[in-house]
Each structure stands twice: as C-alpha cells, then as structure tokens.
C-alpha cells in the first residue's frame, strides 16, 4: 500500500510516498480502507520533533511512529479475531489512530465509531482529533456561561464554538481579521479580531477560557478569568525555526500554578475516546455540529497538505484523500 513516510526530524521534504506493507488486524483490530484524513497541528510537530523537548517521547532521532496522519475517515476492509458483531466488513466508520496518511490502517476496535449519516468521509475525517480536543475541552461547560476560545478558526477553534453553542454558552471568538466572518458563521456570539483589539484589556471576564494557541502569558489569561473560572490550555504554537518548549512553556505554568489558585488550570490530554466520537457522531447528525474544510489535497501531496497548515494559512481543515 502507499503510505507518507518519515525517517527523520525536519521540513514537510523529509516526508516521501513509499510502497509499504499493508497492515493485517490482530485480535481486538480492524483493517480500515482510509478514505480520507485530515491534518492537524500534531502533525508538523512530530515531522519537525518541534519543541525539542518533545523528542524525549517522540523518539530522540526521529519518530517513533514513521508513517504520519491520526484522523481517518474509511471503510473496515477486514476485522480481527475478538471483535465485536457490532463492527463489520462494509462499515463505514472513523476515528483516531497514528498512520493514517496511507491507504490502510490497522485500529484497535474499541477507537472506532460508526460515520455520521449525514457527513461525507471528507468531513467526518476533520472530526476525530479536533473534536475530541474540542468535547474535552469544553466538558464543564455549561449553559449561559461565558466562555472565550483563543483561536477560534482553526480545527479545533470552529468546532469548539459550534460544540459551545450546543451547550448553550455564551461564545466568544479570537482570531484574525480575515477570519471574523467565518467564526461569526459558525455561531460565535462576539468575535475579536486579535489585530485590532486585545481581549486581556477589555475588561470582559469568563466563566472559561479555552486557550488554542499558546501565544498569551499566563498573568493575561488568568486575568481574563472570573475568580473561580477555568482555564484549558490545549498546546498550540507556530514553527519559528525551532524551539527548546514552546507552547510547553505555558502548559507547564499550569501544571505548577494549578494548585495555588482558587481558579482551574486544566492542561487538556485529549485522548482518544470511543464515547466521545459517538457524541460528536450525534451533534453531526443533528446538524449542530458541521465541519469547514478548506482545502482537500490527495495522499500524493499530503507533504503540501502538511506545509499548509504548518505556515498558519489554513483557515479551516485541509483533507487527505487516500
């Protein structure tokens, strides 16, 4: 099968189109026919090893995990011994798995979920990662709460403020000017252009903070906070030719600040859920929850793909078809 393979820590050309072995599913596995994938921020940040500090998890020389992509979008082509009746060959289904810029994909039974009915697998394939992010993050969230997400148009961002809405929260977006309108489309209640206005001095306090850049101090954030209000830092960053934390930095303040403060520091571990897909499953299909794609590469440019999203001009997700 074809597959994006990586060798070594560097720029999306280390990424090369390889011919490798199709995976066979084991006892508790299925064989998923990838359809399409999506890319997210992880992506460039395992290709690049970027923070340095990661590489003491990511493999200090390079990946441990040489095929890259985590979203998939397919079709179960084989299923293994000890899998439930509920999964079977033809299901169409998505979920959350590292290797899914190939062909195939062998996936522990128990990550996978059934695909919305009313989705493509070109949108259902931006769900998996981002909208698990997203669900965890917003989890304590409720109802006529004020509740600002700090970069609101990207894939995570534009999930977040339609699963906010859902909950009946009051949404605040930040992003940047060209992307006001689109964060407005998708439900946002107040949008703030971060070019024109800084939402740490204005004064505005919130019930919850979801922070998805790492761009802000700590001090700012909490100040932006009520007194009992909750922050979730969920990574972010931009490649800057290299970094020794990077958004580690921040993720690290809160995990030491966190039980001094009456307010709640939560660094989001967003792992992956079976529950938490079906969830997103529901909001797709009851059309609270709609994927924005912007682009759509084939698994042969994945590196562009890559390159796009890693430059900050995505302005939605971009898709892999396999």
Known sequence: MKAIVQDRYGSADVLELREVERP?????????????SSV?????????????????????????????????????EAVG??????????????????????????????????????????????????GNTAWMGLRDLQAGQKVLINGASGGV??????????????????????????????????????????FARGGERYD???DLVGNRSMSSLRGSLTPDGTLVLSGGGSFTGGALFGPYRLIIQ?????????????VLEAKPS????AALR?????????????????????????????GEHARAKVVVTA
Request: a negative charge; one cysteine or more.
């Open 24 to 36: 066979a599913p084991g006892p508790g596995e299925v064989l998923v026919r990838v359809r399409a």
């Open 40 to 76: 997210n921020a992880a992506d460039w940040h395992v290709m690049r090893g970027d923070p340095y500090f990661a590489r003491l998890f990511l493999g200090l020389r390079g990946p441990k995990t040489r095929i890259r992509g985590l979203d998939f979008a397919g079709v179960i």
């Open 81 to 130: 011994p000890e899998v439930s009746g509920l999964l079977q060959v033809g299901d169409e289904v998505f979920g959350e798995v590292e290797g899914s810029f190939a062909e195939y994909v062998r996936v522990p039974a128990h990550l996978v979920e059934h695909k919305p009915s009313n989705l493509t697998f070109e949108q259902t394939a931006t769900l998996p990662l981002a």
């Open 157 to 198: 961002g534009l999930l977040a403020v339609q699963i906010a809405k859902a909950r009946k929260a009051i949404v605040t977006g930040v992003c940047s000017t060209r992307n006001v309108e689109q964060v407005r489309a998708v439900g946002a209640d107040h949008v703030i252009d971060y070019r024109t206005e800084d």
């Open 208 to 210: 919850l903070i979801f």
């Open 254 to 266: 809160g995990k030491v600040l966190g039980s001094f403060t009456r307010q709640r520091l939560v």
């Open 274 to 277: 079976k529950e938490n897909l």
């Open 282 to 310: 529901e909001l797709a299909e009851s059309g609270q929850l709609v994927p924005v794609i912007e682009r759509t590469y084939p698994l042969t440019d994945a590196p562009d793909a890559i390159r796009h999203v890693e």
